[in-house]
Every structure is written in C-alpha cells, then in structure tokens.
T-cell receptor, first 109, second 117 residues
Framework: GQNIDQPTEMTATEGAIVQINCTYQ??????LFWYQQHAGEAPTFLSY??LDGLEEKGRFSSFLSRSKGYSYLLLKELQMKDSASYLC??????????WGAGTKLIIKP | GAVVSQHPSRVICKSGTSVKIECRSL??????MFWYRQFPKKSLMLMAT?????????EQGVEKDKFLINHASLTLSTLTVTSAHPEDSSFYIC?????????????FGEGSRLTVL
C-alpha cells in the first residue's frame, strides 16, 4: 500500500531551527509537497520538490531524496506564528495526492 | 496566488437534515475541484474529485448518495451532506489547482466545520 510517515509532534524554541522529516512509499512519484495548516484552518502551500536536492524559500527549505523516499522541511529562525501542523504529500504515478497525517509543531518562547 | 472561497465556515444542524457547502474559485476557472474531509489530528482524506459538467469521481468507501457533489460551472462546486448524522460531523475542505502550473499546487478553501446534533 501507499504510505507517508512523519512524526506526530515536535517541539522547538523560538529563534531556533527545526527539521521535520517525511518518508514515503508510493506507487510512482510525481512530486512532493509541504503544506502548513494552522488549527481550524485550511492548508496553505509551502514548497514543492520533484528533483533531488534542496529548495530554499526564505526561512523555509525543503529537501528531497527520491532514491531514499525521503524529504525534510527545515524551518529557521522560528517564530511563534510557525506553530502549526506541517503536512507532507506525494503525487503518485496517477497524479493522486497521498497525504501524511501531519506533524504538529509547537514553538516555545 | 489563486483564491478559493468556501462557505459556510461553520454550520450546526439537526440530525436528519441536509447541509450544502459551496466552494468557489474566485479568480480562476477550475475544471476540477477536490473535496476532503479531515478528522481531528488526522490527515486529509480525499472524498471525491468534482469535474465540471460531469459526474464526480468518488473515493472507495465514500457514499455518493450521502455526499452529493455538483460542479455546475467552472467556478462553483457544491457538496451536500444529505440526511446528516452526528458521525458526519467533521471539517470539510475543498481545493482546486491552476491549469498549467508546473508544481500543481492546490489552493484550499477556508474549510467548513460541520456539527450535527
């Protein structure tokens, strides 16, 4: 079956750096997405990786290794507003989005 | 980015009644929209793919007679929860993608929280 694994919850300190990992086993691969979802709100797009390597966008970076079925989202200079759930999603060979359960990130002062 | 608007954001209804949720693409045309359901602390669960001018494609296990989807125009899709029961209480979210965008990112509506008493 298809599976996306990411930690359920992580805690980090304001101003620090945190890395959220995502591993996947899917039938084919057509890109990996990271979305941010604040409690009670809809997800918003953060990043997209289709080739191996690091994509940097401001304080957020996303890395992909297709051979390892692995990605991470790196958040730098953490702010309190970064407290949210971070969802990893993969497009399979049918271009269907397979969603992870999300990682709840708690930022402490 | 593209804007998707969903209405209502919150609805409370009595068991046995029907509830309609609207999803609109405000500044683009969406031939395809997606309806998701999300339980607390759980992932997004795709319910169905809404296709403009044709029948929706439902995921396995989703009752098409229970969750009626209509995509009558390129900017509007509706989800009607018929004869709602307390177990239908959930967060429902719609999304759409922009044609021609390489990333294929989805733009989500604000979500609708349904509570069935």
């Amino acid at each position: 079956g298809q599976n996306i694994d990411q930690p359920t919850e992580m805690t980090a300190t304001e101003g620090a750096i945190v890395q959220i990992n995502c591993t996947y086993q899917t039938s084919g691969f057509n890109g990996l997405f990271w979305y941010q979802q604040h409690a009670g709100e809809a997800p918003t797009f953060l990043s997209y990786n289709v080739l191996d390597g690091l994509e940097e966008k401001g304080r957020f970076s996303s890395f992909l290794s297709r051979s390892k079925g692995y990605s991470y989202l790196l958040l730098k200079e953490l702010q309190m507003k970064d407290s949210a759930s971070y969802l990893c999603a993969v497009k399979d060979s049918n271009y269907q989005l397979i969603w992870g359960a999300g990682t709840k990130l708690i930022i402490k002062p | 980015g593209a804007v998707v608007s969903q209405h209502p954001s919150r609805v409370i209804c009595k068991s046995g009644t029907s509830v309609k949720i609207e999803c609109r693409s405000l500044d683009f045309q969406a031939t395809t929209m997606f309806w998701y359901r999300q339980f607390p602390k759980k992932s997004l669960m795709l319910m169905a793919t809404s296709n403009e001018g044709s029948k929706a494609t439902y995921e396995q296990g989703v009752e098409k007679d229970k969750f009626l989807i209509n995509h009558a125009s390129l900017t509007l899709s509706t989800l009607t929860v018929t004869s709602a029961h307390p177990e239908d209480s959930s967060f429902y979210i719609c999304s759409a993608g922009l044609a021609g965008v390489e990333t294929g990112e989805l733009f989500f509506g604000e979500g609708s929280r349904l509570t069935v008493l």
